[in-house]
């Protein structure tokens, strides 16, 4: 595979690759866009079988930051960054710094922050070395776990759903929620504050028993999910839980969750709109989390205190946001996530008008 080939690969400003023989880093930073702000996205350390792979990861994960950041109206573009190496095995402190050296070397054009296999404790090392990184612990500018801002924002976001598609509030309402894990246990308290009736399933039998104990929720096995006759699919484990196959299985006439990636395919959101099943584009309804990141980037950047305040006037303009998707497939008759990623590009687009006029 060449980069300019990849079908990951749409007009990507930069893509920078790192190593460090000393620490045996091997990394690359893909700034997507910084049409809008600084790139920012995470650093996921994983060990991949090849470096087209890793590259393959971070050029498709950085065009998803850039979408991500644009739906949420932040001021950032997109990037991401990949650490080819075991997370289990192959972490040391010189090797954050290491990483820390090369995303400082890019002055400001791509913040970094958690992702799968980096901890707070690693970006501690990094910003060692580097300024632009967020996911600190402890600092007054710190923005903490954002899985509770998620799941404010997919909360709000079912309630928009319900509404649009059943024309009621969520008093009664049945939710299929696969996955209590952090944003499905906060999520599963707020619906169940909200009168809907829940049926939870996790892999974890822990989190489950202690989530179906808070809430009364009707515990179902992993797979018995998609049966559930219900009102609102809300995936919230892993990406992919909407494909070909569960697509004939699930009920709901709504889908709405925290999971990344949810549809396995996009013909599949195609047919989730032939079949007159309302979905909530994930990267739009989970923007909760990102923004509570963009509060802490904020804060550095001017050397305050992280703002709450801030964090929820976001969330409510994601919400309006979710609207518009919602309106504009309505009166097009097109697939949400189709108008999702329309309206996206073209706030980027915008911004790089903007920045060359
Ligand atoms: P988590 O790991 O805390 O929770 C995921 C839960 O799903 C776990 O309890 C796990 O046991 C369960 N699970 C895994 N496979 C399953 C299966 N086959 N069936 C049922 N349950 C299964 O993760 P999280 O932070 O709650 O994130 C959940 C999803 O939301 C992920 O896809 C994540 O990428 C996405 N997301 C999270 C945030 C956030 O703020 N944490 C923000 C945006 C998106």
Redesign the pocket.
């Known amino acids: 595979m060449t980069l300019f080939d990849s079908t990951s690969f749409e007009g990507h400003e930069g893509v920078h690759a790192f190593h460090d023989e000393k620490t045996g880093l091997k990394s690359i930073i893909a700034v997507h866009s910084t049409a809008r702000g600084p790139a920012a996205g995470g650093c996921r350390m994983w060990p991949y079988a090849s470096a087209d792979l890793a590259l393959e990861d971070a050029l498709r994960l950085s065009r998803a930051m850039s979408y991500k950041n644009a739906m949420a109206d932040l001021e950032l573009g997109g990037g991401k960054s990949v650490i080819i190496g075991d997370s289990r095995t192959q972490k040391t402190p010189a090797l954050f710094e290491a990483f820390g050296r090369a995303v400082e070397s890019l002055g400001g054009k791509y913040w970094t922050a958690e992702d799968v296999g980096v901890s707070p404790a690693d970006l501690a090392h990094a910003a060692k070395t580097t300024r632009y990184v967020a996911g600190l612990e402890g600092a007054a500018a710190s923005s903490g776990d ?2 509770p801002v ?1 799941a404010e924002g997919v909360f709000r976001g079912i309630r928009l759903c319900v509404e649009r598609k059943l024309g009621r509030d969520l008093a009664g309402v049945t939710v299929a929620l ?7 246990g906060y999520l599963a308290e707020k619906l169940h504050a909200a009168g809907a009736r829940l049926v939870i ?4 039998a822990e ?1 489950l028993a202690r989530v179906a104990e808070a809430t009364g929720a009707q515990v179902v096995a ?1 797979a018995a999910i998609f049966e559930v006759p219900c009102d609102v699919f809300a995936p ?4 992919g839980a909407v494909n070909a196959e569960t697509l004939l299985r699930i009920k709901a006439p709504v889908i709405a969750g ?3 990636n949810q549809l396995a395919h996009p013909d599949v959101g195609r047919a989730l709109h032939e079949r007159g099943v309302l979905y909530a584009p994930d990267y739009v309804i ?1 923007g909760g ?1 990102i923004i509570n990141v963009a509060a802490e980037i904020r804060a550095l950047g001017e050397g305050a205190a992280f703002d709450a305040q801030w964090v929820e006037s976001k969330l409510a303009r994601l919400m309006q946001t979710l609207e518009e998707v919602l309106d504009r497939a309505a009166a097009e008759k097109r697939p949400t996530q189709d108008v999702a990623n329309e309206i996206a590009r073209a706030r980027i687009a915008g911004a790089e008008h903007a920045r060359a006029a």
Request: some cysteine; hydrophobic content about 30%; overall charge negative.
């Open positions: 954002p899985s998620t696969q996955g209590v894990g952090h944003v499905g399933t996790d892999v974890n989190a992993p919230c484990a892993l990406g925290a999971a990344n989970n989390g």
